[in-house]
């Protein structure tokens, strides 16, 4: 009777089980400027020419196993902007870029190869949500032509503006044709929750994996909470910012717009509020990989 009762309780605990892991994807190395990283009262073009303090920063990926299979948050960079001259097709970007980021990147860091390394082959990932379109989030696009790509409208929109590359946006590397490109737009809600939010997006229709807007990095950037019963809620946020705790004590970037992120931030620490265990992931912290593991440690076990 006991034994019979035990099993039926893990047999519940399965049917409730959406999400198998999280795992954090090694996308190479870079460093930016501290000025960038932690923010700065100069002018952002003063700190790319004259900025001398360079830090370090990983550039990762997070990989969720659901139960209708293996999605992608993020896609990384792809090392041929180092090995390619003309990656970058406008010569004012290869100028910058190199006083922006110092990138350290082989070939193993292209995103099948990241995959394959951590046993998947890259044909498995059905989606990729793109947080947002910069090159260190979207690099990856071209190799995974089977997926289904996520990005928000209001960040779609930027590509038809006179000079997406001006955000670091490359069209060349975004307008390809064997992306299949999906743009999502927010709904509304009555979930209490994300009241502060301008709407939601269900990317599995289980509430396991919910998309928010969480704009000021760049305009269309969005945040990804994942919750699983057992475990803490994690939230991944992209680039809103660099690490946890500078969006805990309101410290924004060097780049980005300042009045946005700043709401943006009061929105996620609102969120906390609600969930007391979010769990706040930056993609460029290296402290992601931790974070992870602990709060997605089970910790019933009958
Ligand atoms: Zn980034």
New binding site residues.
Partial sequence: MMQAQTVGAAENHELNRQIESIRVLDCGQAEQHAEHRYGSRLPKLWWVFFGRQWVSLP?QCFLIAHRDGLLLFDTGIDPAIISEKRYIKQAVGRFLLPRIFRFHLTEIHRIDHVLERAGIPASDIRKAVISHL?F??AGGIARLPQADLLVSEREWKILSSPHPEHEWILREHLEIPSAKWQQISFGPTDDPLFEEFDGIYDVAGDSSMILLPTPGHTPGSMSLLIRQEGWDPVLLV??LTYETGLLEQDIVPGIGDKKTLLATFAKIRRLRQLLPDLTIVA??DFAAEEAISRSTKLDKNP
């Fill in positions: 550039v910069h260190d989030h992209g680039d993609s460029h």
